[in-house]
């Protein structure tokens, strides 16, 4: 177990102190890879805590137990005691979640504002997807069918923009951008005809199904203005 995952960083201060703990395990609504932010509302997620010898309620210590593991790097809220079901309900939006994504893209070519409105009327676009490169080592070779269901592009200079992404559960984002060599198609290299990547990459919220994502307003679905990473 990384000293450094969010794993870590939720449980180490709890586990033992509040429950009597030795082990905690963390199941989460989905997971990024480790450049990337959660920001937005969070992630869903429960802490299992195996063998605990306190029971405690979570809902009578809240503030303990948030003030143990809040850092610089994360925040948890909400806490409460869940069962069974809310399991099955994480694993569920796991599945069927929509999310929106945020981030930084580096065109080769000069990029123009009209590039930009071009990318924002993308609505639903199908995306097929062989499993990236990148992860072959530890995944299947698939071709995962996914949607990309609304783009917003923001015009920074001639070779930046802003991409917004709202995409069905398991989309590869940064494939979707720099292509994959050809593994990922259509992709914004395509769509622009030049070659691009993600120079940064936020997940700004993890929506509990499609519906909910589709029924906030566009302002309030691209309100997330990306941060430079520190």
């Not at 201060?13 to 990337?36: C, M, P, T, W, Y």
């Not at 303990?64 to 099955?88: G, M, P, S, T």
């Not at 080769?108 to 997807?129: F, G, H, N, Y």
Request: include cysteine.
């Amino acid at each position: 177990m990384r000293e450094q995952s969010v794993q870590c960083r939720i449980a180490n201060n709890i586990k033992e102190q509040i429950f009597g703990s030795k082990e905690a395990i963390l199941h989460a609504a989905g997971r990024e890879d480790i450049d990337v932010r959660m920001l937005g509302r969070g992630r869903p997620f429960i802490l299992e805590l195996v063998n605990p010898k306190k029971a405690v309620s979570c809902h009578s210590n809240v503030d303990q137990l948030q003030a143990l593991q809040e850092n610089d790097l994360l925040k948890v809220r909400q806490f409460k005691i869940v069962d069974k079901a809310y399991f099955d309900h994480l694993k569920d939006i796991e599945s069927s979640k929509a999310k929106s994504y945020c981030c930084i893209v580096w065109s080769k070519r000069p990029v123009t504002p009209a590039d930009c409105e071009k990318l924002s009327l993308i609505r639903d676009l199908s995306v097929a997807q062989k499993t990236p490169i990148r992860v072959l080592h530890r995944r299947s070779q698939l071709i995962r069918d996914k949607t990309v269901h609304r783009l917003r592009a923001k015009w920074i200079n001639r070779h930046y923009f802003e991409l917004h992404v709202v995409a069905s559960a398991g989309t590869y984002i940064k494939e979707f951008v720099h292509g994959d060599l050809g593994r990922t198609t259509p992709n914004i290299c395509a769509i622009l005809n030049t070659e691009a990547d993600i120079l940064q990459l936020d997940v700004t919220n993890v929506f509990e199904s499609l519906e909910e994502a589709l029924d906030e307003t566009e302002d309030q679905l691209y309100k997330a203005t990306i941060e430079p990473a520190k």
